[in-house]
């Protein structure tokens, strides 16, 4: 019953809505495709590889299969951003000597930025819920520039996921690695300013 329901219930309205998404995603202009690069990355990053990420992350997916690699990108390199952005704030915080983490965070940070480069967003989760509010902006802001500069430079990535270790296979490593750093910059100034010694 299930089946026949998706089939010949579903199917129609999902098939339609999934077409009007690939050619609402293949129609877009250069100063369009850097906004909607910068939403799928933010809202893709806003909870470390939570629920509401799964949202953005599902579209991709789905994009992806359709030979619309664009999106799919954006998931990979978005997804290192938080823990990369992390570590980069520690480093620039020393350099600055404004000490922003704990001892403890410092040690989670360790943990947080391997996972980062194998684009596992939630070592990060332990950090970020000592100051959720500062470092969900700083963070999903920095997934959102890395986003927009990705889906701008028409990077693609016909691989769903494997962090630092698939920006060869992407359509464009380099505009991918910019992207990735750029937005790995953008989340370390923002957390060196805004988080409290």
């Not at 369009?32 to 910068?38: A, H, I, N, R, S």
């Not at 893709?44 to 799919?72: Q, R």
């Not at 952005?85 to 350099?95: D, N, P």
Request: include cysteine.
């Amino acid at each position: 019953i299930g089946g026949l329901l998706m089939y010949f219930v579903l199917g129609g309205p999902i098939t339609a809505m999934t077409n009007g998404l690939n050619n609402f995603v293949t129609g877009l202009d250069q100063s369009q495709k850097t906004l909607y690069g910068f939403v799928i990355g933010f809202i893709g990053c806003i909870d470390f590889g939570g629920a509401i990420s799964k949202v953005p992350n599902l579209i991709c997916g789905g994009l992806l299969l359709d030979g619309i690699t664009g999106p799919e990108a954006i998931k990979v390199l978005a997804a290192m951003v938080p823990p990369l952005g992390i570590t980069f704030s520690l480093v620039l915080s020393k350099l600055l000597k404004k000490n922003i983490y704990t001892a403890q965070e410092k040690e989670n940070i360790k943990v947080a930025f391997p996972m980062g480069l194998c684009m596992i967003s939630e070592g990060v989760i332990p950090i970020a819920m000592n100051d959720i509010i500062r470092t969900v902006i700083c963070t999903a802001t920095g997934c959102g520039v890395t986003g927009a500069i990705s889906f701008s430079l028409d990077v693609g990535s016909k691989v769903p996921s494997g962090g630092v270790f698939v920006i060869p296979a992407m359509s464009n490593p380099l505009a991918a690695l910019i992207a990735l750093l750029a937005g790995t910059a953008v989340t370390g100034v923002l957390l060196v300013l805004i988080k409290k010694k």
